[in-house]
Nanobody, 121 residues
Framework: QVQLVESGGGLVQPGGSLRLSCAAS????????MGWYRQAPGKQRELVAA???????NYVDSVKGRFTISRDNAKNTVSLQMDSLKPEDTAVYYC???????????????WGQGTQVTVSS
């Protein structure tokens, strides 16, 4: 049906930058909100940033001014530019998209497999 493939995670020093990308493929009729979530060990998964199909964005307070979410509707991709990274940003980052598979088919959530981001000196 729909696959979300993430890339771009890794190890970076505090103050550094990483860019995460997520590509959606499959039997896609339309994509509504796309977003990035993260889950640190022992913590609940939280929304980091989201973007609607029209480009409206929202961010969790802890990343405002440091992270930027963007999307390419023609390519069904969403990216997260992460600057000024902090150790507390360390987590597995997941891409989520709200996808409709056809006219009259209710939209549903699809998740990527997750990519590890580690911020450490």
């Amino acid at each position: 049906q729909v696959q979300l493939v993430e890339s771009g995670g890794g190890l970076v020093q505090p103050g550094g930058s990483l860019r995460l990308s997520c590509a959606a493929s499959g039997s896609i009729f339309s994509i509504y909100t796309m977003g990035w979530y993260r889950q640190a060990p022992g913590k609940q998964r939280e929304l980091v940033a989201a973007i609607t199909s029209s480009g409206s964005t929202n961010y969790v307070d802890s990343v405002k001014g440091r992270f930027t979410i963007s999307r390419d509707n023609a390519k069904n991709t969403v990216s997260l530019q992460m600057d000024s990274l902090k150790p507390e940003d360390t987590a597995v980052y997941y891409c989520k998209s709200v996808v409709r598979l056809g006219i009259g088919v209710p939209p549903r959530d699809y998740w990527g497999q997750g990519t590890q981001v580690t911020v450490s000196s």
